[in-house]
């Protein structure tokens, strides 16, 4: 059984910065594509970004220079480090893991499982 235990989400102001974490318990870790998205209130899940097989990284637009997407694989970890943080990147951030099978999708659809997701709301 694969689960997906998200933390470190919170209130912040404008500008501020905020770390997401996703733990995952079994299977490989290191096989995983790792991705997170996220849903704001009234709109569908959105891409945010994914990593895969050590450093490799993809950013939705709206995401890219702020966020950035890292792995532990000793802790079976992936991080979401987010800067520069905006009102409209308020929602509720999930983790989600799928086997890397030599592609990488930014579909929600490609992915078995998540995480319970977690609240970031920043304040302007």
């Known amino acids: 059984q694969v689960q997906l235990v998200e933390s470190g989400g919170g209130l912040v102001q404008t500008g501020d910065s905020l770390r997401l974490s996703c733990t995952v318990s079994?299977?490989?870790?290191?096989?995983?594509?790792m991705a997170w998205f996220r849903q704001a209130p009234g709109k569908e899940r959105e891409f945010v970004g994914i990593?895969?097989?050590?450093?490799?990284?993809v950013y939705a637009d709206s995401v890219k220079g702020r966020f950035t997407t890292s792995r532990d694989n000793a802790k079976n970890t992936v991080y979401l480090q987010m800067n520069s943080l905006k009102p409209e990147d308020t929602a509720v951030y999930y983790c989600a893991a799928d086997v890397y099978s030599g592609s990488v999708y930014r579909s929600m659809g490609r992915y078995a499982y998540w995480g319970q997701g977690t609240q970031v709301t920043v304040s302007s």
């Open positions: 990593s895969w097989s050590g450093f490799n990284t």
């Open positions: 079994g299977g490989t870790f290191s096989n995983y594509v």
